[in-house]
T-cell receptor, first 112, second 112 residues
Framework: DGGITQSPKYLFRKEGQNVTLSCEQN?????MYWYRQDPGQGLRLIYYSQIVNDFQKGDIAEGYSVSREKKESFPLTVTSAQKNPTAFYLC???????????FGPGTRLTVT | GENVEQHPSTLSVQEGDSAVIKCTYSDSASNYFPWYKQELGKRPQLIID?????GEKKDQRIAVTLNKTAKHFSLHITETQPEDSAVYFCAASSPTDDKVIFGPGTSLSVIP
């Protein structure tokens, strides 16, 4: 379980505010991912990064932004443009693409 | 892009019976197919994976089969135990874009 952390565990925001979710890993993994988990919809890919200073959009990137300035960090910003931001957000990392992903404990975001 | 379907969405079995979960994918270039288990309140964890150069892989009570021609793969759990109760996700990944696309999940209940 150790090696990849997300903070905070619970986050509450008012509508119209941007919010940044933290994801840190000390596994020396090159690849990092952000997923959104909603009941009955599995894990949907928001953004992913194979290497520092590079990242690609996933299937539901609209209303989100990321940065990858350091290998161990991949923060996700949920902007006010995201129409339905309340969800459970999972970060993951892997040694390389197409390999086992290690997930963080998740952040549950509630926007009212 | 890749699309992964998964059936059934819920599955109940008696302890000791077998459970089978089936997935289909759309991108013929996909060559990596992991399965993750998510227990209630916990993060997803890899339980088994298969690459396109093999048709079957086994690990104790868990096995995965892959039919590349038909673009489907299945998870088989034998001699189910109550601790197998969880949500199971299949996924597919293509070297074309290195994205890992998950299915919607199957909630497995093993009845003692």
């Amino acid at each position: 379980d150790g090696g990849i952390t997300q903070s905070p565990k619970y986050l509450f925001r008012k509508e119209g505010q941007n919010v940044t979710l933290s994801c840190e890993q000390n596994l020396n993994h090159d690849a990092m991912y952000w997923y959104r988990q909603d009941p009955g919809q599995g894990l949907r890919l928001i953004y992913y990064s194979q290497i520092v200073n590079d990242f690609q959009k996933g299937d539901i990137a609209e209303g989100y932004s990321v940065s990858r300035e350091k290998k161990e960090s991949f923060p996700l910003t949920v902007t006010s443009a995201q129409k339905n931001p309340t969800a459970f957000y999972l970060c993951a990392s892997s040694i390389r693409a197409l390999g086992e992903q290690y997930f963080g404990p998740g952040t549950r975001l509630t926007v009212t | 892009g890749e699309n992964v379907e998964q059936h059934p969405s819920t599955l109940s079995v008696q302890e000791g019976d077998s459970a089978v979960i089936k997935c289909t994918y759309s991108d013929s270039a996909s060559n990596y197919f992991p399965w993750y288990k998510q227990e209630l309140g916990k993060r997803p964890q890899l339980i088994i994976d298969i690459r396109s150069n093999v048709g079957e892989k086994k690990d104790q009570r868990i096995a995965v089969t892959l039919n590349k021609t038909a673009k489907h793969f299945s998870l088989h759990i034998t001699e189910t135990q109550p601790e197998d109760s969880a949500v199971y996700f299949c996924a597919a990944s293509s070297p074309t874009d290195d994205k890992v696309i998950f299915g919607p999940g199957t909630s497995l209940s093993v009845i003692p």
